[in-house]
């Protein structure tokens, strides 16, 4: 009994002494093996972040109204019929080209001639009836009035000789300008009453290539301004625009603008597709892509940049255009250091050590 108790008084000095000698050892290695890995994470934070960034030069950019819109001939008259007649003659078909003046088709003159002849033999008796009445009124023979109905007389002889020859000279149709004739509505043989399309005529030169512009744009734009035409094929043609609408459309509400090109071979034709690329202003614009856009506390798009003392400040943009190939930003300085990756950890006025190129971001595991 008394071993047992000698025994275990032993044991429990033992463990008493272990775990002292624990405690004791954890009390004073403990700082020192933890003492380097919290000086490494003081330095850290006290090191600058890194952003990745990129040095920018903008560029000169012209701004345009670009518009899709089609080609359109720059005149189309319908010649229609001015007496009733039956076609005796064609003279031009369909995809001829004509000049101004140029007969085109005729009709039959009938009776127009004879018609024609009596009214001229009409004219010379009343010529010959007002040149007695005023011999005689010079002898004291005629009065005033004799002589003023002989004049009436002859005046109207002279119409209908004159109504004759219209009567006649309208028996042919002729181009009103130099074109092409676009389509035929009359065959030899058909009879026509006044008011009935005999022939279409198109003038394709110039040429007008039409658009419509929303009402954001229509104010850049006016009369005398030069543009570009980019046809279907990718060809360009210079031009300058004859018309802006003042008027909407009242469907689409957009307004109608005709820039006009020169067509002398009349190789562009009338209904292909065209582009309007209209040149409105010049301003110094930055390419970026849109992942380096961002916000400031009240909303404002902006870019976060990097002054020459390493300081991030953030500047408000103006989204020019927006391309396949990033955004045209205006509204900064001309030369400036981007923050391309990172702009999202670091808020304006933050010291930082920018990296050009590719650069790890301090809390981030994208490179």
């Not at 219209?166 to 028996?171: D, E, L, M, P, V």
């Not at 042919?172 to 676009?182: H, N, Q, S, V």
Request: aromatic share 4%; net charge negative; charged share 25%.
């Amino acid at each position: 009994m008394r071993n047992s108790i000698i025994t275990a008084l032993v044991l429990a000095i033992i463990a008493i002494g272990w775990v002292v000698s624990g405690q004791f050892s954890s009390d004073g290695a403990g700082p020192v093996a933890d003492g380097a890995p919290a000086a490494t994470d003081g330095a850290r934070a006290r090191e600058p972040m890194q952003v990745r960034v990129a040095d920018l030069e903008a560029v000169m950019r012209v701004e345009r109204v670009d518009v899709t819109g089609r080609t359109q001939a720059s005149r189309t008259v319908e010649i229609r019929a001015e007496t009733d007649g039956q076609v005796r003659e064609l003279l031009r078909q369909r995809g001829d080209n004509v000049a101004k003046g140029a007969p085109i088709a005729r009709l039959r003159i009938d009776d127009r001639a004879a018609k024609l002849a009596e009214a001229k033999a009409k004219l010379l008796q009343r010529q010959l009836e007002f040149d007695a009445a005023n011999a005689l009124k010079k002898k004291g023979f005629r009065s005033e009035t004799e002589v003023a109905a002989s004049q009436a007389r002859l005046d109207a002889a002279r119409a209908v000789v004159e109504q004759m020859k219209i009567g006649i000279a309208r028996t042919t149709f002729r181009a009103p300008f130099a074109g092409l004739i676009d389509s035929g509505h009359v065959e030899l043989g058909d009879y026509v009453r006044v008011g009935d399309i005999a022939v279409t005529v198109v003038d394709l030169d110039p040429i007008l290539v039409v658009g419509n512009v929303s009402e954001r744009q229509i104010n850049s734009l006016y009369e005398g301004m030069a543009g570009i035409a980019q046809l279907i094929d990718g060809s360009e043609r210079d031009g300058v625009i004859r018309f802006v609408a003042t008027v909407a459309d009242p469907a689409t509400r957009t307004y109608r603008v005709e820039l006009e090109i020169p067509n002398p071979n009349g190789t562009i034709r009338d209904g292909i597709t065209a582009e309007l690329k209209i040149p409105v202003s010049e301003v110094d614009a930055h390419l970026v892509t849109p992942s380096t856009l961002t916000l400031n506390d009240d909303g404002v798009v902006g870019v976060k940049v990097v002054t020459p003392d390493n300081i991030v400040a953030f500047r408000p943009v103006e989204i020019i255009a927006d391309e396949p190939d990033g955004i045209w930003l205006g509204g900064l300085p001309r030369s400036i250091r981007l923050i391309t990756v990172g702009q999202e950890l670091v808020f304006d006025g933050q010291r930082v050590k920018p990296v050009l190129g590719r650069a790890q971001i301090l809390g981030s595991d994208s490179t």
